[in-house]
């Protein structure tokens, strides 16, 4: 009996046995100087799958995956949704190509989409009669509010805020993690209208024993058990009284849309978006850290030490994860564009979880080299922020434009990711292809 051959992506491929896979793939195993980089044949092979000649070869690492081959996505339909690929329909989840995230405001249509269970009856109607907000537990001055009570009675603010899933670009990880193979786009930065969390603890009267929140929404369980909640995470006290933490009922000047939360949700901004609780229906202020679904084991946890990959670690070595790390994205352009001239503008955002991005680098020449980037300053905290840099290329060919953020506390994004079992906290370079003609 003939044994099927075991199908391996170009990733997989690549990690296990970078010159195999360059052999296997451009048929250069023996096509390299005595440092390593390609020559002859090879070199011919990889411009001939890439598009055209590659200028600055010479700098390319061994193994390396070209851009051109390693990103690509897929469109689908999805209801209010414009141009996001689908990763999973129960429950939804959905995340959008980089080159449409160039907007500064990502508009509604494009924000991506990270559920947990069934999305409530009340969202699919976008009916918000009946709904209320309770606040409870360690408070001196329980509370249940209604949307109205919310804009009434507390100060109504705009604020232009990032959320990220925390496994945004889990696909890169080699073993897979399990979880949604997030590539690039579970992340937006919305104009958020709401009321201040803080402001909505202090009416509660927070009583001196409170540590953590508490979330609570009404989307339901997968299996249909009424009696079972799908996520219920929460935060440090004192993330939800700092100043840009929220409880928002309006995305970009609209009521939020079904899929990202409708009538109300909390925004943790800087903090994994499991954080942020759609379709809110309560908040429990508690004396010890929550320990609802999504908040114990290994969830949105990761070792407290880097692990070589394939590591199985002890549950009790997984910290839960808070500030997200510094990240940018390249958004003027997608990968495989033609560029007609020898010149040319690029820019994106960048951002960096409870931090400010103080610098902003890209390199055409596979970091040999790297060019600053006029980067701008927020809006306002918590909200990513816009970068531009001007290009010259010096002759026709393929290129890899690599993009690199640093924050102000001098931290900045890797090349290569440190793999953790969950597949949390990818932040390594955003890289595109492009062909100079």
């Known amino acids: 009996m003939t044994k099927k051959p075991i199908e391996r992506g170009i990733c997989e491929l690549y990690e296990q046995d970078p010159e195999a896979a360059d052999y296997m793939i451009f048929g250069r195993v023996a096509e390299r100087d005595r440092r390593g980089f390609l020559k002859g044949a090879g070199l011919a092979a990889m411009g001939a799958v890439v598009g055209g000649t590659i200028p600055f070869q010479s700098n390319m690492p061994s193994g390396l995956i070209p851009a051109a081959l390693a990103e690509s996505t897929k469109d689908f339909m999805l209801k209010g949704k414009d141009g996001l690929t689908v990763l999973n329909d129960r429950p939804i989840n959905a995340e ?19 559920n947990n269970g069934i999305v409530p009856e009340m969202a699919e109607k976008m009916d918000a009669s009946g709904w209320t907000l309770t606040v ?25 805020l990032q959320v990220e899933c925390g496994g945004n670009g889990r696909a890169a990880f080699n073993p897979p993690a399990k979880g949604n193979q997030w590539t690039l786009g579970a992340i937006g930065n919305a104009e958020w209208t709401g009321i201040r969390y ?8 927070v009583k001196d ?3 953590y929140t508490a979330h609570y929404g009404m ?10 909640l799908p996520i219920s995470r929460g935060v440090p006290l004192a993330k939800a009284m700092e100043a840009h933490s929220i409880v928002a009922f309006e995305m970009n000047g609209e009521p939020i849309p079904t899929l990202n939360g409708f009538p109300a949700r909390t925004i943790c901004p800087g903090w994994p978006g499991s954080t942020s609780q759609k379709w809110l229906r309560r908040i429990q202020i508690r004396d010890v850290v929550h320990d609802g679904p999504k908040m114990t084991g290994t969830a949105y946890r ?10 199985k670690v002890d549950k009790k070595d997984f910290r839960i994860i808070e500030a997200m790390p510094v990240k940018s994205l390249i958004t003027s352009h997608e990968t495989g564009q033609s560029i007609g001239g020898r010149s040319l503008r690029v820019g994106g955002h960048a951002w960096a979880g409870d931090r400010k991005v103080a610098a902003m680098h ?42 690199r953020a640093t924050d102000d506390a001098g931290m900045t994004q890797p090349f290569a990711i440190n793999w953790n079992p969950k597949g949390y906290l990818n932040n390594s370079m955003h890289r595109i292809a492009v062909q100079v003609a």
């Open 362 to 403: 890209v390199s055409i020449d596979f970091g040999a080299t790297w060019i600053a980037a006029q980067l701008m300053d927020p809006p306002n905290p918590y909200s990513w922020q816009r970068w531009n840099a001007d290009l010259s290329f010096p002759e026709k060919g393929y290129y890899e434009i690599w993009a």
């Open 302 to 311: 990761r070792p407290y030490y880097n692990v070589a990959p394939g590591t």
């Open 219 to 228: 989307d339901g369980h997968l299996s249909g058990d009424p009696n079972k």
């Open 96 to 114: 959008t190509p980089p080159h449409l995230l160039d907007d500064d405001v990502t508009p509604n249509s494009r924000h991506f989409v990270r």
């Open 136 to 160: 409870d537990g360690e408070v001196n001055n329980p509370m249940t509010l209604t949307l109205d009570d919310l804009k009434s009675r507390f100060e109504v603010v705009k604020l232009k």
């Open 209 to 211: 024993s409170a540590i």
């Open 198 to 205: 803080r402001d909505l603890l202090k009416a509660a009267g």
